[in-house]
């Protein structure tokens, strides 16, 4: 199994500030033949499901905010909030879907 | 706009089979471009993959819990459905049903439902 791990396990930021979170795999979930890094990224707020906010890495899902930016390749990737807002309190998350099993990151909680 | 909704029993006891059922409204259950799955989520714990489903019935299944689960498509009824036997508290968990994209990420989620397992 590939194993995320995230970093860190929480942050406190003030509002309009940044917020940056790391996930690293085990290995590599960069596929050659297409360059594409088979990351996603989630956020969980209290009470409700998952939603998706980046796939491919670094692409952000129609009607997800600019602010939401993911970045990185390989092992290592980053989801950065440039600007926090209020309801942006949640538990933040990031998936593989480069080999099954799919996989979590055990999630970075972000508060204000 | 997609839905999925989950439901089930809530209170499933030791050593019984949890089924719970997704329906899906909004939009086909057959389409070639997603696949169906289901996740669970421990109290204050992460997610973990459970297992998927094509509509054309082919699935796909975490390894962890293989021996247990059992994934179907009713693409009928539009919907799909997940017994998991032989429980123990360790499967105490909300449990989600989603769609997943073709290529691997989750873009849709039910609500989630929680299962408790106990006497």
């Known amino acids: 199994d590939i194993v995320m791990t995230q970093s860190p396990d929480s942050l406190a930021v003030s509002l309009g500030e940044r917020a940056t979170i790391n996930c690293k795999s085990s290995?590599?979930?960069?596929?050659?033949?297409?360059?594409?890094?088979?990351l996603a990224w989630y956020q969980q707020r209290p009470g409700q499901p998952p939603k998706l906010l980046i796939y491919?890495?670094?692409t952000r899902e129609s009607g997800v905010p600019a602010r939401f930016t993911g970045s990185g390749s390989g092992t290592d990737f980053t989801l950065t909030i440039s600007s926090l807002q209020v309801e942006d309190v949640a538990v933040y998350y990031c998936?593989?879907?480069?080999?099954?099993?799919?996989?979590f990151g055990g999630g970075t909680k972000v508060e204000i | 706009q997609l839905q999925l909704q989950e439901s089930g029993p809530g209170l499933v006891k030791p050593s019984e089979t949890l089924s719970l059922t997704c329906n899906v409204s909004?939009?086909?259950?057959?389409?070639?471009?997603?696949?169906w799955g289901w996740f669970r989520q421990s109290p204050g714990k992460g997610l973990d993959w459970i297992g998927t489903?094509?509509?054309?019935?082919?699935?796909s299944y975490n390894p962890s819990l293989k021996s247990r689960v059992t994934i179907s498509v009713d693409t009928s009824k539009n919907q799909f459905s997940l017994k998991l036997s032989s429980v123990t508290a360790a499967d105490t968990a909300v449990y989600y049903c989603?769609?997943?994209?073709?290529?691997?990420?989750?873009?849709?989620w039910g609500q989630g439902t929680l299962v408790t397992v106990s006497s």
């Open positions: 989603a769609r997943r994209h073709s290529s691997g990420w989750i873009d849709n």
């Open positions: 909004g939009g086909s259950i057959s389409t070639s471009n997603y696949y």
């Open positions: 489903i094509f509509y054309t019935g082919t699935t």
């Open positions: 290995q590599s979930v960069l596929y050659s033949s297409n360059n594409k890094n088979y």
């Open positions: 491919w890495a670094s």
């Open positions: 998936q593989q879907y480069y080999g099954s099993p799919l996989t």
